[in-house]
Nanobody, 115 residues
Framework: QVQLVESGGGAVQPGGSLRLSCAASGTNLRFYVMGWYRQAPGKQRDLVANITPGGTVNYADSVMGRFTISRDNAKNTVYLQMNSLQPEDTAVYYC?????????WGQGTQVTVSS
């Protein structure tokens, strides 16, 4: 069974930083497209960033320049470094893994940015 477990969420003040981790079990993520999505209360789940097996990255306009997605295939883990956090970044952040014909999601981790 493929499982994705997010960690690293929490509460931070505006301008602060967090690093989210997504650890996978039950599969090798080496050839998966990995992504981070977020969903705020009353809003849709939207793409934050993703990364291909070759390391090509893509970011939502709202986080470009502030967030960095990376992967460590040896650890079977993907990361999201979040800097300059703002209240509008408050959401549940979900890890996604995509392989041919299959999409997997983690349970999510809460990020709250407030003063």
């Amino acid at each position: 069974q493929v499982q994705l477990v997010e960690s690293g969420g929490g509460a931070v003040q505006p301008g602060g930083s967090l690093r989210l981790s997504c650890a996978a079990s039950g599969t090798n993520l080496r050839f998966y497209v990995m992504g981070w999505y977020r969903q705020a209360p009353g809003k849709q789940r939207d793409l934050v960033a993703n990364i291909t097996p070759g390391g090509t990255v893509n970011y939502a306009d709202s986080v470009m320049g502030r967030f960095t997605i990376s992967r460590d295939n040896a650890k079977n883990t993907v990361y999201l470094q979040m800097n300059s956090l703002q209240p509008e970044d408050t959401a549940v952040y979900y890890c996604q893994a995509i392989f041919v014909g299959a999409i997997y999601w983690g349970q999510g981790t809460q990020v709250t940015v407030s003063s």
